[in-house]
């Protein structure tokens, strides 16, 4: 509501207080990765969503004889191999099952046989299961290696802690509407010096170039194009939100907190989670349809819809699954309130 809110008023792109704005929050958004310009890393907000935001890294970042390698456990995954392929740069990509995160060892054995890779880039939370990939441990194979490191961490970023310069991330991208709870508008790259500063003139596309971006920003703090002042507004109030909430420590406890009443609650009525526990992240989780004959995902869907509340379908390739994410305002008060929904309508259903 307060995040809406501060979307009522209008400001000119290039009233000083909206630079000031736009200022304050790439310094927080560092923060919040533990790194700042000091320490040698840069923000740069681009508009779009968080495919923008990815697209914008992976086809600013790679030089023409440039080589990534794309590790694979889900939806986004694969679309970041899409990327490449659109953007035609040579790309590896090492998949995994959707239950299964990419191998650190493989990783490594791969960058040992493969010294043509520059670039190497994972999901954080692949929000197609809700699995967390070990960023950190991938960080220190691919810093032994000499690559630059990738992380899409659009929707881990504000919930879970990272460290950029301890996981040896280059770069990181996420987005205005996930875990910092802002709406859609833009996306942003958290960027080590290094990594930007190659960036310069590899662009393959004029409105995402990360490092013409970067310098419109730096120059006179203006967007090169029409930015989403509204988003910015919006986005200035959720991260003093996120802040008066405890930071990123006190957001992941919330949001696990949610997780553990969600998980509970389901397993209790008989419902079991795609994943095991401990590769479960606590973000978004994927629970199993329930073999009944009487279970039908679209009705059960129909009828906790009328109750007021939207759950996601599966996006798995090989099971029948559906999602319920905790990203966004919500209390563990809510998380009770759907899950009587739930009882209330698998008893409806009879499964
Ligand atoms: C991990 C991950 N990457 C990329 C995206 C794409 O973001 P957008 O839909 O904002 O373009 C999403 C969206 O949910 C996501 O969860």
Redesign the pocket.
């Given at each position: 509501m307060t995040v809406k809110q501060a979307m009522l008023r209008d400001l000119g792109s290039r009233d000083f207080e909206f630079i000031n704005l736009v200022k304050e929050i790439r310094n927080q958004l560092l923060e919040l990765g533990n790194v700042s310009q000091a320490k040698g890393y840069e923000c740069v907000i681009m508009q779009g969503?968080?495919?923008?935001g990815?697209e914008s890294m992976i086809s600013s970042a790679l030089a023409k004889d440039g080589h990534l390698l794309v590790l694979v456990n889900g939806a986004?995954g694969e679309?970041i191999s899409k990327m490449a392929k659109v953007q035609g740069i040579r790309y590896d990509a090492l998949t995994y099952d959707e239950d299964q995160a990419p191998s650190v060892q493989e990783l490594d054995e791969f960058l040992a046989k493969n010294p043509s890779v520059t670039h190497v880039v994972v999901?954080h939370?692949?929000?197609t299961t809700g699995i967390f990939n070990p960023i950190k441990e991938y960080g220190t194979v691919i810093k032994k290696h000499g690559k630059r490191y990738m992380v899409?961490a659009?929707?881990s970023f504000g919930a879970v802690p990272v460290d950029l310069a301890e996981c040896h991330i280059d770069f990181l991208v996420s987005?205005s509407?996930k875990c910092i709870e802002g709406v859609?508008g833009f996306?942003f790259t958290l960027v080590s010096q290094g990594g930007l500063k190659e960036c310069e003139g590899r662009a393959r596309s004029l409105s995402l170039d990360l490092y013409a971006q970067w310098k419109g920003l730096e120059n006179n703090g203006q967007f090169r194009f029409t930015p989403p002042t509204h988003s910015l507004l919006a986005y200035h109030q959720a991260i003093k939100e996120l802040y008066e909430e405890g930071g990123v420590e006190g957001r992941s406890a919330r949001y696990q907190h949610n997780y553990q009443t969600l998980v509970g609650g389901m397993r209790k009525m008989g419902f079991t989670e795609y994943l095991p526990a401990e590769k479960q992240g606590y973000i978004i989780t994927t629970f199993n349809h329930p073999e009944h004959k009487n279970f039908d995902f679209n009705a059960f869907y129909e009828k906790l819809n009328e109750r007021g509340f939207a759950i996601y379908p599966g996006k798995l390739t090989k099971a029948d699954c559906f999602r319920i994410g905790n990203i966004g305002r919500i209390s563990t008060e809510d998380v009770k309130a759907l899950l009587a929904a739930i009882a209330e309508v698998k008893a409806e259903m009879d499964f």
């Open positions: 969503s968080g495919t923008f990815m986004y679309r999901v939370c692949e929000t899409d659009m929707s987005s509407n859609p996306s």
